[in-house]
């Protein structure tokens, strides 16, 4: 079985952001950022204008990002595609229910508390307008194989599926799909129990 996107059940939220001319800081491991107090009270939570996970990408890179759900072993899988080094275009399935539904969505990632692994898988050629739209094509048309059907099986897909349009400059294999897996998943785990937030190239970047 071949699981394809229904266009006419995808709910999208995508919304483009230029390139800052920021250059942008390599990062590999991270400690969780210090919480800033608020107000008067130094144990005070901060608010989410002052969260800052500590977390960096870089402009043009493709990325795999995991985030704990609060249950062990079990991620919630995206793509980013990074306009800025404090984030990008987000494309992950999300669950409505018992309907996964396809978003893509601008993140700033730094002020999420959720993300443990950012992993890089490649580079675009470029992020202006017209680069983001045949992209977003691109993984509109993700065909996730087999019987399973998740945020992460159609994660791997689309990464396929970008490699298999030339934009990430990857052999479109699914043995390496399956090595990026289990990667992401390793280091997912190490994150998660370490108590850090990580920014880690993969072993199958050719960057």
């Given amino acids: 079985m071949v699981w394809r996107l229904d266009a006419n059940i995808a709910v999208i939220g995508y919304y483009y952001c230029p390139s800052l001319s920021i250059e942008?800081?390599?990062?590999?491991r991270l400690s969780p950022a210090k919480p800033s107090s608020s107000g008067t009270n130094p144990k005070a939570p901060p608010t989410s204008a002052e969260y800052d996970n500590g977390l960096r990408v870089e402009a043009k890179n493709v990325y795999m990002v995991i985030s704990s759900t609060g249950l062990p072993r079990q991620y919630h899988w995206g793509v980013l595609i990074a306009s800025n080094?404090?984030?990008g275009v987000i494309f992950h399935q999300t669950l409505n229910g018992t309907i996964w539904r396809y978003t893509v969505e601008f993140e700033d990632?730094?002020?999420?508390?959720?993300l443990l692994v950012v992993l890089k898988l490649g580079e675009v050629p470029d992020i202006t307008t017209e680069w983001m739209d045949a992209i977003?094509?691109?993984?509109q048309a993700t065909e996730v194989p087999g019987d399973e059907f998740t945020c992460r099986t159609w994660a791997l897909a689309a990464v396929y599926e970008l490699a298999n349009c030339g934009f990430i400059g990857m052999e479109p294999s699914w043995e390496i799909?399956?090595?990026i897996e289990d990667e992401a998943n390793?280091?997912?785990?190490?994150a998660l129990f370490s108590n850090q937030k990580l920014v880690v190239d993969s072993r199958q970047c050719t960057l």
Avoid at 24 to 28: G, P, S, V, Y
Avoid at 136 to 139: F, L, P, S
């Fill in 85 to 87: 080094e404090l984030g």
């Fill in 186 to 190: 390793d280091i997912a785990m190490d």
């Fill in 136 to 139: 977003k094509q691109c993984v």
């Fill in 177 to 179: 799909m399956k090595k």
């Fill in 109 to 114: 990632i730094t002020r999420s508390t959720e």
């Fill in 24 to 28: 942008a800081e390599k990062m590999f």
